[in-house]
């Protein structure tokens, strides 16, 4: 197990004991322990270094130098940059539009996005009382389109029946259509993902991106995901207007630094956390708590 920021920070100030006052290369050699801690949690290279910059200039103002205690300045300093970068206080759905209000869930095959939607159709008619629809267009997997009419009826939702040999766009339509003409608060539409970023499955995601006017496009992503997530969060933000992210299997034990490296990427508010398997392990996105998580 890694040592935490913080232990490093000391370990590196007492090795500085003796030297009059904390200077820009001592702050320095401090911002290499806390790129490594970031590092180690897998925030993704170039997004490491943007945010070290802008701690540096945090750094060299009053914050850390020629403080008593620069350690744990300097973590209190990261702790703050790290939790405003994630966070913005924006965690729910947007509803505010005329109903339906359509949902479009977006990322690769495997992130989780049949399970967010019942998720968040079960938080949508708990929290919200709303009255919810869900349609799948993945026409490529069958099992795709039973496991979101399960996970629905565990939600206590609506489920629009889809079939393979149907198009995307022709889905969409259809369960627009019905979404309208019985009253649905929201239609939330579970998309195909692919293994990895593909042409054809951006062009067909933009398509139905069109067809629908989502009021919200969710970016899904695995939290264990790790360095790659970077690449995947650039191919959906060109793709699509991204609302928000949902961050899922934030159960797992990575330490969660593709939270910081898809927001920073994205732009997009980190809105969800998912936090088990079950149709009912989904939390508001706690950015203070997290950023405690990525430091370790
Ligand atoms: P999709 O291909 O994007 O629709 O992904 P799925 O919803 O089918 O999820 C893929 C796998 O990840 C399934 O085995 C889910 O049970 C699992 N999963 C999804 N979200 C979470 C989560 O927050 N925590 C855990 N532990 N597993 C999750």
């Given at each position: ?27 320095q ?11 180690e ?13 802008r ?12 403080s ?5 300045a300097?973590?209190?300093?990261v702790h703050?940059?790290?939790a405003?970068?994630?966070?913005d ?8 539009t005329?109903p339906p209000?359509i ?9 989780g ?5 019942g ?13 919810v ?21 565990q ?5 629009f ?7 995307p ?8 259509d ?8 929201v ?15 951006m ?7 069109a067809?629908?006017?989502?009021v ?9 995901q ?10 959906f933000?060109?793709?699509?207007p ?8 934030m159960?797992?034990?990575?330490r969660?630094?593709?939270?910081l ?20 392990g989904?939390?508001a996105?706690d950015?203070?708590?997290?950023a405690?998580?990525?430091l370790?």
């Amino acid at each position: 197990m890694a040592s935490t920021l913080s232990d490093r920070l000391s370990r590196l100030v007492k090795t500085m004991r003796g030297q009059a006052r904390i200077t820009e290369s001592n702050v320095q050699d401090m911002l290499r322990e806390v790129r490594m801690a970031l590092l180690e949690a897998d925030v993704a290279l170039p997004v490491v270094r943007d945010f070290i910059a802008r701690v540096k200039e945090k750094a060299l103002g009053q914050e850390v130098v020629g403080s008593l205690n620069p350690g744990q300045a300097l973590v209190g300093v990261v702790h703050k940059e790290l939790a405003a970068t994630m966070g913005d206080g924006v965690s729910d759905i947007n509803l505010a539009t005329q109903p339906p209000a359509i949902i479009l869930m977006a990322g690769l095959q495997g992130a989780g996005k049949t399970t967010t939607t019942g998720k968040l159709t079960k938080h949508l008619i708990e929290r919200r009382k709303k009255k919810v629809l869900t349609v799948s267009a993945d026409v490529y997997r069958p099992a795709a389109i039973e496991q979101l009419k399960t996970v629905t009826k565990q939600a206590g939702g609506e489920w629009f029946p889809s079939a393979p040999d149907q198009k995307p766009h022709d889905i969409a339509l259809a369960a627009i259509d019905h979404a309208r003409r019985h009253y649905f608060d929201v239609l939330i539409v579970d998309t195909a993902g692919r293994l990895a970023i593909d042409e054809a499955l951006m062009a067909e995601i933009r398509d139905l991106h069109a067809t629908l006017k989502p009021v919200e496009t969710l970016f899904v992503v695995d939290a264990m995901q790790g360095q790659d997530a970077i690449n995947t969060a650039k191919a959906f933000k060109e793709a699509l207007p991204l609302t928000g992210i949902v961050l899922t299997k934030m159960d797992g034990d990575s330490r969660g630094g593709a939270a910081l490296s898809v927001r920073q990427i994205t732009g997009a508010p980190i809105k969800f956390a998912g936090v088990s398997e079950k149709i009912d392990g989904l939390e508001a996105f706690d950015a203070e708590r997290h950023a405690g998580r990525v430091l370790g």
